[in-house]
């Protein structure tokens, strides 16, 4: 199991990765196309913003969720420094656990937005203002996926080996 999450863990980062390479470069390239256009030609393109507007967010969440599978999406590392390698482990677990918990709360009011505007329309696109609010909602699942992954297979090991951007600050200057 912890190999097969692992594996899933591993292409959804790389999916992940393109998905948001991608959207910032349409967006740079939606955006081009709308100053020439506006500028030079003297024709607004709404559609191409609200288009731009789509992939920000996307592109944000996405982006987000990737973060969250390598542990530094928000980092407040007042006590790492301070703290045996043991107890930074424990730390990091609970930690976590209660970014589980606030995801899956994400993930439910995601979704109720979802329903609850998904009948409304973007007046430019007539693209349903569901997909505005849906990149919350994979953003919630794909940071559940991850953390799922970090916490079986921190289990499935025994121990989780640190990389060397997670380890105290004590732990790595210490020369034996």
């Known amino acids: 199991m912890g190999n097969l999450l692992a594996s899933v863990g591993n292409g959804l980062r790389r999916v992940l990765g393109f998905l948001v390479g ?42 987000a969720a990737l973060l969250v599978s390598q542990r530094q999406l928000i980092v407040i590392d ?31 009011y995601a979704r109720h937005l979802m329903i609850v505007v998904g009948q409304k329309i973007a007046p430019a696109t007539g693209v349903s203002f569901g997909w505005f609010y849906g990149a919350l909602l994979a953003f919630s699942v794909l940071g559940l996926i991850f953390i799922l992954e970090r916490l079986l297979g ?19 200057g210490v020369q034996s």
């Open 22 to 63: 991608a959207a910032l470069l349409a967006i740079v390239v939606l955006v081009c196309i709308q100053v020439f256009s506006r500028y030079f030609i003297g024709a607004p393109t709404p559609g191409l913003a609200e288009i731009s507007r789509i992939l920000f967010i996307w592109m944000t969440f996405l982006g």
């Open 78 to 108: 007042l006590l790492h420094d301070r703290l045996s390698r043991g107890i930074f482990t424990r730390l990091k677990v609970l930690v976590d656990i209660a970014t589980a918990v606030f995801l899956v709360f994400l993930a439910v």
């Open 154 to 172: 921190a289990n499935r090991a025994g121990q989780e080996t640190a990389s060397a951007a997670e380890r105290p600050v004590a732990q790595e």
